[in-house]
T-cell receptor, first 112, second 113 residues
């Protein structure tokens, strides 16, 4: 099973809302990632967790807050977002950091 | 620095045509190379990979060979189908000095019936 699941599939939120994106994998992978993808662009790395510890933060604004409660779960907490944060948010996992990555279907986020 | 360059798209082909999507890279050390495919409205799927020079990755009729002498990893398929219409991303990881994944800009493929 090489499945990474993400919920919700779509999310519309106002600039004052707080919401969370969830990601789950059951492949025993020890590295998990959040990416942001704008239309017609490649994914941009946001955060990397390795063995449940934050390994990389690509200078992401603090309105995005990642959390890794256990080795199978990854959350992205959203607060006070801007319209330009509207994008497809992709979660990925890999056996170890930067081995081949397996992506989830993404959450399409719209900030109004 | 490390980088991946892909051919500009879109690439438009008729069904059963031969496909080549060019990918060249700049990296120190011995990176691993990947091709990912993204269908409309979906996440990225790993299509194939190669971890050392002269390795050939293959999957679903697609092939790519890791050519260190030309720093290339071109994607090929002998006979494309309408269902192959998607965006294809070339990527590398584990170059010296960084473990980051580096993606190319993506090449959109459109296959006409």
């Amino acid at each position: 099973d090489t499945e990474v699941t993400q919920t919700p599939k779509h999310l519309v939120m106002g600039m004052t809302n707080k919401k969370s994106l969830k990601c789950e994998q059951h492949m025993g992978h020890r590295a998990m990632y959040w990416y942001k993808q704008k239309a017609k662009k490649p994914p941009e790395l946001m955060f990397v967790y390795s063995y449940e510890k934050l390994s990389i933060n690509e200078s992401v604004p603090s309105r995005f807050s990642p959390e890794c409660p256990n080795s199978s779960l990854l959350n992205l907490h959203l607060h006070a977002l801007q319209p330009e944060d509207s994008a497809l948010y992709l979660c990925a996992s890999s056996q170890e950091e930067y081995y081949e990555q397996y992506f989830g279907p993404g959450t399409r986020l719209t900030v109004t | 620095g490390n980088s991946v360059t892909q051919m500009e798209g879109p690439v438009t082909l008729s069904e059963e045509a031969f496909l080549t999507i060019n990918c060249t890279y700049t990296a120190t050390g011995y990176p691993s190379l990947f091709w990912y495919v993204q269908y409309p409205g979906e996440g990225l799927q790993l299509l194939l990979k190669a971890t050392k020079a002269d390795d050939k990755g293959s999957n679903k009729g697609f092939e790519a060979t890791y050519r260190k002498e030309t720093t290339s990893f071109h994607l090929e398929k002998g006979s494309v189908q309408v269902s192959d219409s998607a965006v294809y991303f070339c990527a590398l990881s584990r170059a010296s000095g960084t473990y980051k994944y580096i993606f190319g800009t993506g090449t959109r493929l459109k296959v006409l019936a």
